[in-house]
C-alpha cells in the first residue's frame, strides 16, 4: 500500500503544468496521461477509489524514466517519482512481473548466483555476440555494444584490505555494485589506484550484494528488501566514516532510497540512516583534495554527461566537473542539456526502445555538436546507454574517476 504520507502528496498539485515541459517522456508522446500532471491525477483516482487499476494504467506508470525532472521542477514541491515508484509497488503486488524481470532480479538477489550467471555469460557470450545475436539489439543497444563482462570480477582482485604504499592518510568503505564489478573493471581499479595514491585506505567488504535499486525502481520492493537490510548491515558492521561509490544507482539507493523504502514499509530506519550520512560519491570525496600536483596532462576534448541519479537525486553537478577540469590539458566543453536524461532509465530504453531512442538521439547530437573525443559520466547505466547509441568509435565514453587516474599515471 502507498503510505498515508505519500497519498497526501496528489493533494498538493496546482495542475500548473510547469513539469510537463521538463518531461522527456511527454516531450515525446505529447498526451496528458503520458506527462507527470496526468499520471498524478490518475494516481489520485486510483488512491480515492474511483479508478480500478487496469493494464492500461500500468503501461502509463512504466512510461517514465523515473528521471526526477518533473519532481524537481515542481512549485508545489510535490515527489512525483516517488509517488510513482510506490505506485508502482502497488501494481507489482496485482499485476505481477514480467518473467524477464524476474529472472533477472533473482540473480541480483543472490551474489552466489549472480556470479555463477556472469561466469556463464563471460564464455558463452562472444560466441552469442559474433553469431546468433550480433545484429540484433537489447533495446536500443546493439548486441555488439553490451560491454564484455570482466575476466575476475572487480572483487576478486582485490584483498578486503587495501592499504597505501606509506603513511595511511584515511580509511574508507567501498560499496563496489555490479556494474563495476562485473563490466567496467577499470572504474574499480580506478576508484582504489586513486583513493591509495591520496593515502587512503580502501575496504571492500567481501560480502556487499547488489544494492537492489534496479529490483525496487520495477516494482518489486518486497524482493528489494533483502538486498537492503543485507547491504544495510553490512555496511554498519565497518566502523568506517566514509562510503564510498562510483555508480550514480548505488549512491542514490544508499544516500536516499533505501530510507525512503523502509519509512514507507512502516519499518526502522535508523540504520539506513547511518549509511545515509556517510555515504558518498567518488567525486564528492575527491573534491576535499587539492589533486594538482599530483595530475599530469590528458590530451582530450571532454564533455560530460549529468547521470539524473548523481544531479538530480544526490544534487552533485559540480564535483565530477572540477575533477576533471583540474586535469592539465584536458580541454573540456559542456554539451547542450548535459542534465537532461540519456533516454536509458533502467528497463526503460529495452521496454520502450521508440521513445527511448528518440531521447537519447538528442543526448548523442548534443555530444556530436561538441568535437569531444570523450564522454564522461559517472553512471553506468547512462555509459551504455551513449555508448550503445553513438554511430562511431571515436567517441569513448568513462567514468571521471578514470581520467583522474590516467592523469595521475602520466
Ligand atoms: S508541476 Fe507539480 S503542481 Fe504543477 S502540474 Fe506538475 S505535479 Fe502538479
Ligand atoms: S520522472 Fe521524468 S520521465 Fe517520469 S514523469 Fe517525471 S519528468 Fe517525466
Redesign the pocket.
Known sequence: MISNSLREEVYKCIKCGL?MN?????KQLYFEAAS?RG?VQLIKQVIEGNLEPSDHFLDLMFT????????VNCPSGLK??RL?KAMRAELEEKFGLKWQKRMAFQLLRSSRLLSFAMFGGRLLGPVLASNLIKDRKFGTIPYAKIPRINRVPLMGQYPETISPKGHVSGRVLYFVGCATNYFFENVGLSVVSVLNRLGVEVIIPKDQMCCGLPIFLSGARSMAVKNILHNVEILNTHNVDTIIVDCATCGAALKKEYTNILEEMGANTDAARAVATRTQDISQFLSRFDLKKLLGPVRDRVTYHDPCHLARSQAIREDPRNLLKMIPELDFVEMEGADS?CGGGGTFQWEHPGIASSITQKKVDAIMQTGASVVASGCPGCRMQIYGNLDTELIQVVHPVELLAKAMDH
Open positions: 513539469c521538463a518531461c522527456p517522456v511527454y507527470p499520471k517514465c524514466l523515473l528521471c526526477e525532472n518533473c519532481s512525483v517519482d510513482m536524461c
